[in-house]
């Protein structure tokens, strides 16, 4: 990943995917039909799916191949003694194979087989994550194919003596082209090597009066960064690309709640994905995600209104800072 946008969007999203731990939880349905989601035990593999890999890379790299390939593939590698899986390996994207004459998406509708490597491997020993977006490498192939093309402008724009112009013989005997093809190349590398060079007197240097900065293609560029963060998926100012609205994160809280929202779509492909069956029986399900989860979101949402209150006038500091300590003392006792 060569084009920077596209390297950010995809770190951010995929360390915030990989830093969530897997939840157990058994879904209870109350006399008023109301359901509850009861926290359980957690099974091995919600630990470590992979013995020879972390929960974060596992997860983080199976959002990889759902963020660019649109599907990712999990290999049951062993089993509990009811058959549901206990342990799984993440399969290389590309060398996944989906045989279909149907899609609806990214999913295959109807027979379908899959290979990998040129066999075919039996439905019961993979697990399938389809991604509910189009795939990156898909959507995003004119954009990124722009962004290249623009960067290796300016790359050779770089690349570059620090002032462009061209030489012209003023006497003597004329050059042939190869003559001045070999004298403006000399000349071009004493400037690349130092700022003096040298010329006789029947040779002029005359320095162009361009805008240089034009050849860098700025304006060019920032506008394709905000290309590439709504085919992205991402918030553009979480990537440095310019917005043309006021929208900015105001601190790390924040980041990691539009963050979340961001990669919500892959987190619910993989929490209902895992918990359908043969992974899990009848109303058990896994979530990402941590248990203090909505109330410290809540509590961001508190800290950033009291702090407008401030700012308006209609609330005092002391007002504020009680205010603020109050909603911390109420989380630690949810938290007891």
């Given at each position: 990943m060569s084009i920077p946008t596209v390297a950010r969007s995809r770190d951010l999203l995929a360390t915030i995917v990989g830093s969530l731990p897997i939840r157990h939880l058994a879904t209870v349905t109350q006399p008023t039909g109301d359901v509850e989601e009861v926290p359980l035990?957690?099974?091995?593999?919600?630990?470590q799916p992979d013995p020879a890999r972390?929960?974060?890379?596992?997860?983080?790299?199976?959002?990889?191949?759902?963020y660019f390939y649109g599907y990712a593939a999990w290999y049951v590698t062993s089993r509990y003694s009811d058959g549901r899986p206990a342990t799984f390996t993440l399969l290389p994207p590309e060398n996944v194979y989906v045989n279909a004459t149907t899609f609806i998406g990214n999913?295959?509708?109807?027979?379908?087989?899959?290979?990998?490597?040129g066999n075919v491997i039996p439905d019961r020993d993979l697990v399938m994550f389809w991604s509910p977006t189009e795939p990156l490498l898909r959507t995003g192939y004119r954009a990124m194919l722009l962004s290249e093309r623009l960067d290796l402008s300016a790359l050779r724009f770089a690349a570059n003596p620090v002032a462009m112009g061209y030489l012209r013989q003023v006497g003597g005997e004329p050059l042939s082209s190869d003559e001045l093809s070999e004298l403006a190349q000399a000349w071009a590398s004493a400037r690349a090597e130092g700022a003096i060079g040298a010329l006789n007197e029947f040779t002029e240097w005359h320095?162009?009066?361009?805008d240089l900065t034009k050849f860098q293609s700025l304006e060019s560029r920032q506008h394709q960064a905000l290309e590439l963060a709504r085919v992205c998926g991402i918030s553009p100012y979480l990537v440095g690309a310019p917005t043309?609205?006021?929208?900015?994160?105001?601190?790390?809280?924040?980041?990691?709640?539009?963050?979340?929202i961001d990669a919500r779509p892959y987190?619910?492909?993989?929490?209902?994905?895992?918990?359908?069956?043969?992974?899990?029986?009848?109303?058990?399900?896994?979530?990402?995600?941590?248990?203090?989860?909505?109330?410290?979101?809540?509590?961001?949402?508190?800290?950033?209104q009291v702090y407008l209150a401030v700012d308006s006038g209609v609330l005092t500091?002391?007002?504020?800072?009680r205010m603020i300590r109050e909603a911390g003392a109420d989380l630690e006792e949810d938290n007891a």
């Open positions: 035990p957690l099974e091995g593999w919600m630990i972390t929960r974060s890379w596992m997860l983080a790299w199976t959002f990889d191949s759902l999913a295959p509708f109807g027979a379908y087989t899959i290979e990998v490597a320095e162009s009066g361009l043309g609205t006021g929208m900015t994160y105001q601190n790390a809280q924040q980041a990691q709640e539009q963050l979340l987190i619910e492909c993989i929490e209902q994905t895992l918990s359908a069956s043969p992974i899990l029986p009848r109303g058990r399900i896994v979530r990402l995600g941590r248990h203090d989860d909505g109330r410290v979101e809540t509590a961001a949402r508190v800290s950033q500091r002391d007002e504020a800072r």
